[in-house]
Structure formats: structure tokens, C-alpha cells
Nanobody, 129 residues
């Protein structure tokens, strides 16, 4: 069982920045694939970004590419996503996700909800215009 604790959400004006954090339990953090999804009111949950344990490759949704940056600190057991140049359409609940078992197929499956073993409780990001 992996426990995820997200933090860093809040209210920000358009053009502003936030950094979300996700602290994960477990002794093999460095071998986890990790990522972020988001869900806006009335919309389906969508992929935002992922960082795979192998080669530390990062992947982004087209809508956030160039504005968001995902990273991880294996020593601290924490993953981050830096949200820059925020837009009102980025308003959503952001969820941290982890794949800790079942093998890693991250480069091909990161966008699939079913790929991820654990989901965090979510943190609200609200961008005002």
C-alpha cells in the first residue's frame, strides 16, 4: 500500500504560478512511475504529466507543455509539478498518481487512468481571470 499526500494547491491569478507536491510512502520510491491527472468541474479526468522511473523520462499533455514541469526527489520521496503561466482553464482538482507494482510500461501507458495503482485525494487549483 502506497500513501500519497498532495499539497500546494490554491487560488492564483491568471499568469501566476504554483508548485504542487506529492509525498509518497514506500521504501522503493525511486522505482515508482509517478504522475498527475486533473479533473475540472463537469469534465472527465485528464492526464497532465508523468515521470517514469526508468531514465526519469517526462511526458506532458499538449495543453500544459512548455508551462508545467514535473520532477522528483527520490531522497525525499516526493514528486513535484511546477505550474507556470496558469490559465483559467487550468482550474481543476489535481491528483497525484503512482504505479508501484505490475511492471513499468510508462512510456506507452502514462495517459491511461487504469495504468496507475494509487491515486491521491487531490488538491484544488483555482485560476482567476
Amino acid at each position: 500500500q502506497v500513501q500519497l499526500v498532495e499539497s500546494g494547491g490554491g487560488l492564483v491569478q491568471a499568469g501566476g504560478s504554483l508548485r504542487l507536491s506529492c509525498a509518497a510512502s514506500g521504501r522503493t520510491f525511486s522505482s515508482y512511475d509517478m504522475g498527475w491527472f486533473r479533473q475540472a468541474p463537469g469534465k472527465e479526468r485528464e492526464f497532465v504529466a508523468a515521470i517514469c522511473w526508468s531514465r526519469a523520462s517526462a511526458y506532458y499533455a499538449d495543453s500544459v507543455k512548455g508551462r508545467f514541469t514535473i520532477s522528483r526527489d527520490n531522497a525525499k520521496g516526493t514528486m513535484y509539478v511546477q505550474l507556470n503561466s496558469l490559465k483559467p482553464e487550468d482550474t481543476a482538482v489535481y491528483y497525484c498518481v503512482v504505479r508501484s507494482f505490475g511492471g513499468s510500461d510508462c512510456p506507452y501507458q502514462y495517459g491511461s487512468n487504469g495504468y496507475w495503482n494509487y491515486w491521491g485525494q487531490g488538491t484544488q487549483v483555482t485560476v482567476s481571470s
